[in-house]
């Protein structure tokens, strides 16, 4: 069973670029959930979202920063026009539907995204 | 507001000795709580957990960690750490069962062989 997939792995941008971060959650998780992790800091909830509906949002910036998870496909978080500080590594997690017997979240190897 | 603190950034240990990582947390109400691993290179992969049921949880590659609800404790123990437990250890909660998790911000452990 295929673990938590995220594309690309590293990822660099000028300043200004959009950044288009992709993660494919595990097979039968219908729940998914990003991270950023910051030099020197742990991992901080961005948003969590479910097939077509986000969740909670309250860890998403008010600008520039979006997240889908359409009916097909896979998870995007959308950075427009970065900046500097947008650099960090960006984790993706899935977790089963509810009903399911645990509620772990499966966490994919990150993208890493330095803005230059 | 909810956070999780863990004690000790940096802790160096000679293979053999014991492991204790101190992680606190500060939440209201029922909690699940978590540790997980990120070996250099690796993504996060989960050590143990707890969710309810006797507060001493065993995990993989011989950890463990006890929950104690009256001094909103999760710490961690190993009691002979190897070479290959060299890694970054976060720990985590959770206040409803499908939401987000709080990090801490992370405990480096390395190994001397």
């Known amino acids: 069973n295929a673990g938590v997939m995220q594309n690309p792995r590293h990822l660099v941008r000028r300043r200004g670029q959009e950044a288009r971060l992709r993660c494919s959650p595990m097979?039968?998780?219908?729940?998914v959930y990003w991270y950023r992790q910051l030099p020197e800091e742990g991992l901080k909830f961005m948003v969590y979202?479910?097939?077509?509906?986000?969740?909670?949002e309250s860890g998403m910036p008010k600008e520039r920063f979006s997240a889908e998870f359409p009916k097909e496909g896979p998870s995007i978080l959308r950075i427009q026009q970065v900046v500097r500080g947008d650099s960090a590594a960006y984790f993706c997690?899935?977790?089963?539907?509810?009903?399911?017997?645990?509620?772990?979240?499966?966490f994919g190897p990150g993208t890493r995204l330095t803005v230059t | 507001a909810q956070s999780v603190s863990q004690h000790n950034h940096h802790v160096i240990l000679s293979e053999a000795a014991s492991l204790e990582l101190g992680c606190n947390y500060s939440y209201g109400g029922t909690v699940n709580l978590f540790w997980y691993v990120q070996y250099p290179g690796q993504h996060l992969q989960l050590l143990l957990k707890?969710?309810?049921?006797?507060?001493l949880v065993k995990g993989i590659k011989g950890f463990e960690a006890e929950f104690i609800k009256s001094k909103f404790s999760f710490n961690l123990r190993k009691p002979s750490v190897q070479w290959s437990d060299t890694a970054e250890y976060f720990c985590a909660v959770r206040g409803s069962t499908l939401g987000r998790l709080y990090f801490g911000r992370g405990t480096q452990l390395t190994v001397w062989p």
């Open positions: 997690a899935s977790s089963p539907p509810a009903g399911a017997s645990s509620y772990e979240q499966y």
């Open positions: 097979k039968g998780h219908s729940h």
């Open positions: 979202l479910q097939k077509e509906n986000i969740i909670d």
């Open positions: 707890y969710f309810s049921g006797d507060p």
